[in-house]
């Protein structure tokens, strides 16, 4: 039955240590996964950051006079290098993210040929300007004394004017074109038609310039990468409440759990008492906490054989309380109890750790002394115990005076069985009585 209630509560730990782990391990799976979300996250506000770095510079180059086209270049692979990381985060994620980080891809690598579109046309632009500002500085040079070409250098230089505006997203007011000149030389037409022709293709270099830059500028990609961020986090609070349960969940069940480990442990520890309260019970002596009658055949039956395998004696001493029963006529039986107990304590604190003391009937105790080798080994120690016994006990302030009377019989020397054993030290301590009390005897075969 104790082995039965033991292997259940085995069981009921193993179960619960069982849960305990699955529990630990889920929570654990289903936080990394938030974090992963999470991470995805920040690295997408990372990748946002980086495209508003990389417009910032765009925007940069059209609004400054000069161009730095590699910090330009520069945002641009750092975003690449952001996009690479947020593909990475996103690999494993559900299909929606897939499709949605897909068409981001695909818009990313619109904004990169967008933006060398758009380099280009600048360049272009910019050659344009310089040429054509250095063609009418050129002209005004020549014809600063011709007022009839130098109205038509006024209106082209304003017109230039107006187009480097526009192309800095600074809208001038036009002037009116003066009329064609009449009056005006073969070769002043010639200056004035290539003028306006280089007006023209400035004009349209601004607009695809322009159209270049607003096609870099894609309105979809941002609502994308909104639309993206605004998914993820609502799986990442998704994932996060369904953490947070879990959590709730493992720590209620790990509440519980060292709840009924205590308990078990408690029951266990009452079942453990309960057990050796029972067994110490029924192989000691109530009074005096020695070990008892049963306790010794116990004993004697283990002891006899180790003593016989390894060649040694075993000592048994029988001891009788000389005058006890006038202690108890005189004073009581509680100071007969005392006494017992007093006797016992002194009993204990003369014999060897190895040795073992039983106390077998009212004022009868019994001595086994191990691992002798002779016997006189075994009547020193008789000796030494009748000394130290047969000092007075004061007991609530009487003064009892008894003495022992000690029987010693040896394995093999006397018998190899414990009842006889027994017996012989019990007539060797009759003997002792007999023979004036307070001795030790030691029995022989020829009733010495």
Not at 72 to 97: G, P, R
Not at 290 to 302: A, C, P, T, V
Not at 410 to 430: G, Q
Request: proline residues 2%; charged residues 25%.
């Amino acid at each position: 039955m104790k082995k039965t209630k033991l292997i259940f509560v085995l069981i009921i730990l193993s179960f619960s240590l069982i849960l305990a782990i699955y529990g630990a391990y889920h929570r654990y799976s289903n936080l990394k996964n938030t974090m992963e979300i999470q991470d995805s996250i920040l690295q997408l506000v990372e990748l946002k950051s980086a495209n508003a770095e990389w417009d910032i510079e765009l925007n940069r180059i059209h609004s400054d006079n000069i161009p730095h086209f590699d910090l330009v270049n520069s945002a641009a692979v750092k975003y690449e290098k952001e996009m690479m990381l947020f593909l990475n985060k996103t690999a494993n994620f559900k299909k929606s993210i897939q499709e949605s980080t897909a068409d981001l891809v695909v818009l990313s690598s619109m904004k990169k040929q967008s933006m060398n579109d758009y380099l280009s046309e600048v360049a272009v632009t910019r050659n344009s300007l310089k040429f054509l500002d250095t063609l009418l500085f050129f002209l005004h040079s020549q014809y600063q004394n011709d007022e009839n070409i130098l109205k038509y250098l006024t209106y082209a230089q304003h017109r230039l004017t107006t187009l480097i505006a526009s192309n800095q997203n600074i809208h001038l007011k036009e002037q009116k074109k003066p009329a064609e000149c009449q009056q005006c030389s073969l070769e002043q037409n010639e200056a004035i038609f290539k003028v306006n022709q280089h007006l023209e293709l400035l004009k349209e270099q601004v607009l695809l310039s322009h159209k270049a830059r607003e096609a870099f500028y894609n309105p979809e990609y941002e609502a994308l990468s909104t639309n993206l961020f605004d998914e993820l986090s609502s799986i990442y609070v998704e994932a996060d409440m369904v953490h947070q349960t879990i959590q709730t969940k493992v720590l209620m069940f790990t509440a519980i759990l060292v709840i009924i480990i205590v308990i078990l442990l408690i029951l266990l520890y009452w079942l453990y008492r309960t057990i050796d309260g029972h067994r110490t019970t029924g192989i000691t002596d109530p009074l005096t906490g020695l070990y008892n009658r049963k306790k010794l055949f116990e004993n004697l039956k283990s002891l006899i054989p180790s003593h016989k395998k390894s060649n040694s004696k075993l000592a048994l001493l029988f001891i009788d309380l000389d005058g006890f029963k006038g202690v108890n006529d005189t004073h009581g039986h509680d100071i007969g109890d005392k006494l017992l107990q007093l006797l016992s304590e002194r009993l204990t604190s003369s014999v060897r750790k190895q040795d073992s003391i039983y106390r077998i009937g009212g004022d009868e105790f019994i001595i086994l002394v191990q691992e002798l080798n002779r016997l006189e080994d075994a009547e020193s120690i008789a000796q030494s115990i009748l000394t130290k016994c047969n000092k007075p006990y004061l007991l609530d302030k009487n003064n009892c005076n008894v003495t022992l009377s000690i029987g010693v019989s040896l394995f093999p020397d006397h018998t190899e069985n414990p009842n006889e054993l027994l017996k012989y030290a019990d007539e060797a301590m009759y003997d002792s009585k007999r023979n004036g009390k307070g001795i030790v005897t030691t029995w022989c075969r020829k009733r010495c």
